[in-house]
């Protein structure tokens, strides 16, 4: 009977296994389904071991720990590539570094069953980062589109200089980690080949697989599709060879292959690492490329001493009162924030990718002691030192940063509360009798708002702001703003500059259908992921909105709608019918859970929902339940204990949030969907308690940040504070509420641009 532990372990396995890795060699991929197959196997065996020696229980307990965390870095950097958020993915990449290390920690030893396991996961991280590493464009080009929109200050040509050693540093590094190879193309090899589904055995008639193969190159199959490619193991004879992992595709019998070669143009730490050590000619070449990582190391290293100099000059530029309140000042802070997290991943990667098993087993292989070597002593000896000396310098590299690491922790932490106060907000306020939008840009003060009236909008309803997908990896993104007008009742889509709150005439993207009577009450609008369950693509949509609608008959159903960049409407055809909903949030399903999240399953194994599947909720009206629906599929659910009515709901990335007279409770999406499936009586909610500054006020409307503030319509006025969810205590608990001027039915804010980068490096600072 399986552990909890093991079967926690064989799901992240199955996420990684279910993982689709856009535009990755089908050579790639197949040999990142065998580590991580082997993962499985090789934790049971070191459970099993555990249960009679220390060592190989931390090494399991340790994986059991961190391997949920760095699945999650996995999909999350999947994400934020294939959306093209390269700020995010970079800091999704050096959270997967993150992870691994305290593996390496654990591991003291690496013979026997562990060094295998230890081995397979190095080797996943390898092909991962291997994968993601190309897809980041040139900071070097940012500061180059930074240069073109805003006036070079002196800040951001030091900060150019800095990122130019980073990038050739950062690009250095990964070229002698990862090495670089090139595929040959795919050759039909003759005669023909019957094996059995399930088995490694390949039988040839006419073949001549001696002369014509190699182990450790790939043959692919006919008969599959698409085909899947199988690492040689063994080569037998001209007839005969063995795969090294079973065949998963329909037996067959007298089918052709393909044969695939793989060249080494540079070799890799891992592949100078398993180099032959048979005779000296082998050593030689063995310590030749060994000497020359590690002059390249040094050299590279030695190249920023400069350069780091300079980056803390921008650093007391950041730090500076005076200059925290300039429009520049945030797209500065992402830059040397960016600058940092490349430099941070670089070092983490050469750690990830030298492996400790084989470091382990070379330096034992190399030993004087080791009299089953083919190698003289005096040549052992020379290998030895240059296995030692690359162990050193995997181990110290990224340590000479410590003092760096030391101060940047100290500037980050003075920091972050200026870039949270240097969000954009907008509300919708009233005058006249109607809803007009209001706009106000954060300066980096906790002090009441300069609210701006923009006069370019109808009257309105309500309003929907998101990160355009051309827009994610920008510092001064161009937000898309979509309102629903007054009256007529139409959708617009305006552009709102992040950095001055500017917003540019409007255009409809969205109207009420001519065929029937009808008018929209709220809309919710995000960014188009491609494959989306039940929207067609082939219009090559950009955003994705959700309508309350409401016809003639005043019943009320759900619309969705996408459009594309020429702003081109077309709707989904699909109409599920809500009872009562007034109004509507969707997002896409988070592709990982929190670490803590108890209801985590919802999204794991059999229950895990298609890839990119929309669930949406609808508010109801003087009612205490909530519509959730996975796409159509609609359900309601209980609101919080003893709540009778909410006056809204609101989302972030994993809870969803209402508020009202009861105040303010929130819920994870996991809990919300294991509640709407019947798994649980009702969602775990989670509360707020209103200290002495207020008395349990009416919360009329809620806006949870990414960059963990809350912005609330309560009591006249719109307030800002800090917050966190404690689980222990089943509490959302803020700091002081912060007055920023504005009365409001709706508020929205959104972070500074470059908040994902900058809590990355924070938590990574933080843990190190």
């Known amino acids: 009977m399986p552990t909890p532990a093991e079967e926690q372990i064989k799901a992240q396995l199955d ?32 459970v099993e071991k555990g249960k009679s020696s220390a060592y190989y229980k931390d090494v399991s307990d340790s994986i059991a720990k961190n391997l949920p965390a760095l699945v999650n870095g996995i999909y999350s950097a999947n994400n934020a590539f294939k959306k093209g958020d390269y700020v995010s993915g970079s800091a999704a990449i050096m959270n997967i570094c993150a992870s691994v290390l305290p593996i390496l920690t654990a591991v003291s030893a690496t013979a026997g069953p562990a060094g295998v396991l230890i081995g397979a996961i190095f080797s996943v991280v390898a092909q991962i980062l291997s994968f993601f590493a190309p897809q980041q464009p040139s900071l070097e080009s940012k500061i180059a589109k930074l240069l073109d929109q805003l006036r070079a200050d002196e800040e951001i040509e030091t900060i150019k200089a800095f990122s130019h050693s980073i990038s050739s540093y950062t690009s250095s590094l990964r070229s002698k980690c990862l090495g670089e190879k090139k595929w040959k193309a795919a050759v039909a090899l003759s005669g023909t080949v019957s094996l059995e589904k399930g ?83 082998e050593a030689d070449a063995f310590r030749i490329e060994l000497m020359g990582l590690g002059w390249g190391l040094d050299r590279n290293q030695a190249k920023l001493d400069t350069p780091v100099f300079w980056s803390w000059r921008v650093a007391a530029y950041l730090q500076k009162e005076s200059n925290q309140s300039k429009e520049q000042w945030p797209e500065v802070l992402g830059l040397w924030c960016q600058t940092y997290v490349e430099l941070l991943t670089a070092n ?55 003092a760096d690491k030391e101060e940047m922790r100290n500037i980050v932490t003075a920091v972050r509360p200026v870039a949270r106060e240097h969000g954009l907000y907008a509300h919708l306020g009233t005058w006249m009798d109607g809803l007009i939008l209001y706009v106000a840009r954060g300066n980096g003060q906790a002090r009441e708002l300069a609210w701006d009236y923009k006069k370019n909008t109808a009257w309105l309803v309500s309003m929907s702001v998101h990160a355009p997908k051309t827009q994610v990896d920008s510092f001064t993104p161009k937000y898309e703003l979509l309102v629903v007008e007054s009256g007529a009742g139409r959708v617009w ?24 009577p009808e008018r929209f009450l709220d809309v919710s ?35 969705y709608y996408t459009f594309d960049k020429d702003l081109k409407s077309t709707r989904v055809d699909t109409e599920p019918y809500l009872s009562d909903v007034a109004e509507i949030r969707s997002l896409y399903l988070p592709a990982s859970t929190l670490p803590d999240d108890p209801h985590a399953d ?100 809620l806006c949870p940040c990414v960059d963990g503030t809350l912005t609330v319509a309560m009591i006249g006025q719109i307030y800002t504070a800090d917050y966190k969810i404690d689980r222990k205590t089943n509490r959302i608990v803020t700091s002081s509420w912060v007055r920023r001027g504005g009365k409001a039915t709706q508020v929205v804010k959104m972070p500074i641009p470059c908040w994902s980068v900058l809590e990355s490096l924070n938590e990574r600072l933080r843990d190190e």
């Open 493 to 516: 889509r305006h552009h709102l500059d992040s950095v001055r709150g500017d917003l540019a005439d409007g255009t409809v993207v969205i109207a009420p259908r001519s065929s029937r």
């Open 348 to 402: 983490t990667m050469l750690s990830c990718m030298a492996s400790p098993g084989k470091l382990e087993a070379l330096l034992a292989a190399t030993q004087e002691s080791n009299k089953t070597s083919p190698l003289s002593d005096g040549v052992k000896a020379l290998c030895h030192e240059a296995v030692l000396n690359l162990g050193v310098l995997v181990k110290e590299l990224p340590a000479s940063w410590e």
């Open 199 to 281: 088995s490694t055995e390949v039988v040839g008639t006419n073949t001549k697989f001696s002369a014509t193969a190699e182990v450790g190159q790939w043959l692919t199959f006919d008969s599959d599709t698409p085909p899947t490619p199988y690492k040689i193991a063994k080569i037998t004879n001209d007839t005969r060879l063995t795969l090294a992992t079973p065949y998963t595709g329909q037996s067959l019998t007298g089918g052709t292959c393909k044969y695939r070669h793989q060249k080494i143009v540079k070799r890799s730490i891992d592949e100078i690492l398993e180099m032959p050590l048979t005779d000296e000619k």
């Open 15 to 46: 996420l990684l296994l279910q993982l689709e890795l856009d535009g990755m060699d089908a050579v790639d991929k197949a040999n990142l389904r065998s580590e991580i197959r082997k993962i499985e196997v090789e934790y049971a065996k070191s």
């Open 525 to 559: 609008g995000f960014a188009f992921h491609d494959k989306t369950p039940g929207v067609d693509a082939s219009t090559h949509p950009r955003t994705l909105a959700a309508l309350v609608v409401e016809d003639s008959a005043h019943a009320r159903y759900v619309n």
């Open 602 to 701: 919802a999204l794991t194994g059999a229950n895990r929902p298609e890839a990119n599947s929309v669930l949406t909720y609808g508010g109801i009206r003087g009612s205490n339940r909530l519509h959730v629906m996975e796409w159509i599929d609609a359900s309601t659910v209980e609101g919080p204990q003893n709540w009778t009515t909410y006056n809204g709901v609101e989302i972030d990335a994993h809870y969803v949030w209402l508020y009202g007279r009861g105040g303010i409770a929130c819920a994870t999406h996991t809990s919300m969907l294991k509640a709407r499936r019947g798994k649980i009586a009702r969602p775990a909610w989670i509360y707020h308690d209103f200290d002495k500054q207020f008395t349990r006020p009416e919360v009329n409307s």
